[in-house]
Nanobody
Framework: QFQLLESGGGLVQTGDSLRLSCAAS????????MSWFRQSPGKERKFVAR????????DYSDSVKGRFTISRTNAKNAVFLQMASLKPEDTAVYYC?????????????????WGQGTQVTVSS
């Protein structure tokens, strides 16, 4: 079964950088989109960034554009989220997710596979 495991979360200060990793249990198929979402307490899970596994094209939410970068390994079994200029409002549990259809969407319902999440806390 296709599984995802995030790592790299932690407690940082405003302005710091942090890199999240998401390891897949097997090579990620070319048809997949891989995305990062985040969820704060009492709020809905929201799209952060996406990479199309076939083309490598990326997309970002407006709130992180220019600060976060999504990337993948050449081995094609891991995806990363490099976060810079972190703000307290970036505090959330960050989830890695996979959409097997490659629909290039930020809709939570399109993603069939999810990791367990990793906590990112940005102090002011």
């Amino acid at each position: 079964q296709f599984q995802l495991l995030e790592s790299g979360g932690g407690l940082v200060q405003t302005g710091d950088s942090l890199r999240l990793s998401c390891a897949a249990s097997e090579e990620i198929p070319a048809t997949y989109d891989m995305s990062w979402f985040r969820q704060s307490p009492g709020k809905e899970r929201k799209f952060v960034a996406r990479i199309n596994w076939s083309t490598g094209s990326t997309d970002y939410s407006d709130s992180v554009k220019g600060r976060f970068t999504i990337s993948r390994t050449n081995a094609k079994n891991a995806v990363f989220l490099q976060m810079a200029s972190l703000k307290p409002e970036d505090t959330a549990v960050y989830y890695c997710a996979a959409d097997p259809t490659g629909a290039q969407t930020g809709w939570v319902g399109a993603y069939d596979y999810w990791g367990q999440g990793t906590q990112v806390t940005v102090s002011s």
